[in-house]
């Protein structure tokens, strides 16, 4: 089993910044490729972005590409979520999900990862 749990949500002004970043546990971090979802109130669950276990590969829904930066630290367990330029539409639950690695280059799609954190809420105000 793998435990996520998230942390730095809030409340921000349109245009502003915040970084997510979500601790695992209970299995090598460094064999896991990492991802973040969200999900906006009455819509489903929607890809954000996602990292290699190695750090070299990532990718990101078009909806944030060149606003967030997906990023880990094998040291410290953790994978982060720098989001810039935030929008009212980015307003969601965010959650932190890991998939076991099959390479170091793996990258999981949305429907690949098996674990997952409780989430932690953003709000962007208009």
């Known amino acids: 089993q793998v435990q996520l749990v998230e942390s730095g949500g809030g409340l921000v002004q349109a245009g502003g910044s915040l970084r997510l970043s979500c601790v695992a546990s209970g299995r090598t971090f460094s064999n896991l490729a990492m ?3 969200r999900q ?3 819509k489903e669950r929607e ?3 996602a ?3 190695s750090s070299l590969r990532s990718y990101y829904a078009d909806s944030v590409k060149g606003r ?3 990023s880990r630290d094998n040291a410290m367990n953790t994978v ?3 989001m810039n330029s935030l929008k009212p539409e980015d307003t969601a639950v965010y959650y932190c999900a890991a998939a076991q690695a099959s390479s170091a280059l793996y990258v999981p799609s949305h429907t690949d990862f098996g674990f997952w954190g409780q989430g932690t ?4 105000s208009s």
């Open 40 to 42: 906006a109130p009455g």
């Open 121 to 124: 809420q953003v709000t962007v």
């Open 51 to 53: 990292i290699s276990a």
């Open 80 to 82: 982060y979520l720098q």
């Open 68 to 70: 967030f930066t997906i």
């Open 47 to 49: 890809f954000v972005a």
């Open 35 to 37: 991802g973040w979802i």
